[in-house]
Antibody
Framework: EVQLVESGGGLVQPGGSLRLSCAASGFTFSDHYMEWVRQAPGKGLEWVGRTRNKAKSYTTEYAASVKGRFTISRDDSKNSLYLQMNSLKTEDTAVYYC???????????????WGKGTTVTVSS | DTQLTQSPSFLSESVGDRVTITCRAS??????LAWYQQKPGKAPKLLIYAASTLQSGVPSRFSGSGSGTEFTLTISSLQPEDFATYYCQQLNTYPVTFGQGTRLEIK
């Protein structure tokens, strides 16, 4: 079964750091781009960022709201995706989802598998 | 950034009704448009990709259409399990963006 399981969420003070993990199983993790998406309480979905695969040198993209504070990385040997979050703000409070990307160059792209999410609360 | 505007933001419909949700992009996004369904406390679920391709396992009452800047999601005959929030998403340019969502409730 194709599955993504996030972990690492919790309560952190403003200015603090947290590292989220996403464990993948049931598919060839190393082939895929992977993304983080978040959802603040009662709000819509917000894209956080993407990591490409080894063929694309593991390059990353970030939303402006997190650029310079968040870092996406991956360990293909462990089938794992990570989100290092530094300098956290109250507005980073959200459920964080990891998702698998399907990309057909010059044609289409979408996120077909999502984890259940992990909750991050930034509060003093 | 490519902004996506969904309309309406809220719908109140009955079982068996036909529903159409529109997603307008601030610039052309080719076919890089996906639709997701989200129920409270759950992760989003992919319904449609490439604007009109039904994801495997999704009931055929769901359909998508459109190109360029205007797209629609149609549910031909609402079922009780369809009451949820629906989001469009563009993956044509960075940053990836989502519409604000359309909440579909039972009348």
């Amino acid at each position: 079964e194709v599955q993504l399981v996030e972990s690492g969420g919790g309560l952190v003070q403003p200015g603090g750091s947290l590292r989220l993990s996403c464990a993948a199983s049931g598919f060839t993790f190393s082939d895929h781009y992977m993304e983080w998406v978040r959802q603040a309480p009662g709000k819509g979905l917000e894209w956080v960022g993407r990591t490409r695969n080894k063929a694309k040198s593991y390059t990353t993209e970030y939303a402006a709201s997190v650029k310079g504070r968040f870092t996406i990385s991956r360990d293909d040997s462990k089938n794992s995706l990570y989100l290092q979050m530094n300098s956290l703000k109250t507005e980073d409070t959200a459920v964080y989802y990891c998702a698998r990307v399907i990309l057909v160059p010059n044609t289409y792209s979408y996120m077909d598998v999502w984890g259940k999410g992990t909750t991050v609360t930034v509060s003093s | 950034d490519t902004q996506l505007t969904q309309s309406p933001s809220f719908l109140s419909e009955s079982v068996g009704d036909r529903v159409t949700i529109t997603c307008r992009a601030s610039q052309g996004i080719s076919g890089y448009l996906a639709w997701y369904q989200q129920k409270p406390g759950k992760a989003p679920k992919l319904l449609i990709y490439a604007a009109s391709t039904l994801q495997s396992g999704v009931p055929s009452r769901f359909s998508g259409s459109g190109s360029g800047t205007e797209f629609t999601l149609t549910i031909s005959s609402l079922q009780p399990e369809d009451f949820a929030t629906y989001y469009c998403q563009q993956l044509n340019t960075y940053p990836v963006t989502f519409g604000q969502g359309t909440r579909l409730e039972i009348k």
